[in-house]
Structure formats: structure tokens, C-alpha cells
């Protein structure tokens, strides 16, 4: 079967560094999603990766390793307001979304 | 704002009532698509629409039924359903390019109550 694991809650302090795994396995691989889902809204788009490597976008970077199948994001600086959880999601080989449960993270001032 | 817009966020229904849900987007996307997210679970796959063709129904029960009459607007129609159908359900578009770097953006969901 496909799977997705990720924590489903971690803790941070305002101003650290979090960072969230997320391991799969898949049938098939066509890149992996990070997406931000405040309480009672939208989950919204954070990164793409499909190849080996570290994307860095301002303060956030999302990691993969597809011969490990895991991958990471990386929030830097940490703000009250990324108070959030946030979901990985896996586009297997029929082009379909697999999604992880979410990790919620909760950041204390 | 994300381009995708939900009505009604809110919904409590009893199981003998009829009532629909409506999504549209403004982003000028060909896919469509129909989530339930329950708390602690992942996304739930329902319904996909690519180009207003039905492409993915992963074994959703009757009571739920969509429509999609163009590429701009999706409709979740709701009857008979049971207390465990209350979730939140998120609507998605896409371009419906096919490959690997075909992004969903979400809309932020109807919140339904099924009493």
C-alpha cells in the first residue's frame, strides 16, 4: 500500500529552527509537496521537490532524498503566525496526490 | 485568497435533508477536485473532474454526487448522509497538466455537520 508519515504535533519556540520529516512509500514518484493549513482555512502551497536536494525559499526550505524516500521542511526564524500544520504529499505514478495526516506545529513565544 | 472560493463555509444538515456544496475557481485551471479532511487523517481523494470529464470517483458511496457543469464551477451534492460524513470538505483546482508539477490550490473548505 502507499504511505506517508510524518509527527502529528511538534512544539518550537518563537525565533528557533523546526524541522519536520516526512517519510513515504510510494507506487511511483512524481515529486513531493509541502503545503501550510492554518486552523479553519485553506492549505496552501509551500514547495515542490522532485529532485535529490535543498530548496530554500526565504525562510522556509523543504529537503528530498528519493532513495531514502523522506524529506524535510525547514522553518527558520520561527513566527507566532506559522502556528500551523502542514502536510506532505507524495504525486505517485498516476499523477494522483498521496497525503500524510499533517504535522501540527505549535510555536510558544 | 487563493483564487478558489467554498459556499457555504458552514453546514448542519440532518440525515434526511438535500443540500449542495459550491466551489469555484477563478485561475483559469482545467482540473477540479473534491476532498474530505477528517481531524488526524489525510486528505481524502473524492472526485476529480479534468476538463469537465469525471476522472476519478475512488469508491465514493452514492449519497455523494458531483457536478461540474464547466471548468470554473464544481458542485458536491449531498443526500441521506450519516453523522460520520461531518468532516470539512475542501475543493482543489489544478491546470490538469498531467505531470508532476500540476500544483493544487485549495479553496478553505465547508465545513459540514451531519446530525
Known amino acids: 500500500g502507499q504511505n506517508i508519515d510524518q509527527p502529528t504535533e511538534m512544539t518550537a519556540t518563537e525565533g528557533a529552527i523546526v524541522q519536520i520529516n516526512c517519510t513515504y512509500q510510494t507506487s511511483g514518484f512524481n515529486g513531493l509537496f509541502w503545503y501550510q493549513q492554518h486552523a479553519g482555512e485553506a492549505p496552501t502551497f509551500l514547495s515542490y521537490n522532485v529532485l535529490d536536494g535543498l530548496e530554500e525559499k526565504g525562510r522556509f526550505s523543504s529537503f528530498l532524498s528519493r532513495s531514502k524516500g523522506y524529506s524535510y521542511l525547514l522553518l527558520k526564524e520561527l513566527q507566532m503566525k506559522d502556528s500551523a500544520s502542514y502536510l506532505c504529499a507524495v504525486m505517485d505514478s498516476n499523477y494522483q496526490l498521496i497525503w500524510g495526516a499533517g504535522t501540527k506545529l505549535i510555536i510558544k513565544p | 485568497e487563493t483564487g478558489v472560493t467554498q459556499t457555504p463555509r458552514h453546514l448542519v444538515m440532518g440525515m434526511t435533508n438535500k443540500k449542495s456544496l459550491k466551489c469555484e475557481q477563478h485561475?483559469?485551471?482545467?482540473?477540479m477536485y473534491w476532498y474530505k479532511q477528517s481531524a488526524k487523517k489525510p486528505l481524502e481523494l473524492m472526485f476529480v473532474y479534468n476538463f469537465k470529464e469525471q476522472t476519478e470517483n475512488n469508491s465514493v458511496p452514492s449519497r455523494f454526487s458531483p457536478e461540474c457543469p464547466n471548468s470554473s464551477h464544481l458542485f458536491l451534492h449531498l443526500h441521506t448522509l450519516q453523522p460520520e460524513d461531518s468532516a470539512l470538505y475542501l475543493c482543489a483546482s489544478s491546470q490538469g497538466s498531467g505531470s508532476g508539477t500540476d500544483t493544487q490550490y485549495f479553496g478553505p473548505g465547508t465545513r459540514l455537520t451531519v446530525l
Open positions: 485561475l483559469g485551471h482545467n482540473a
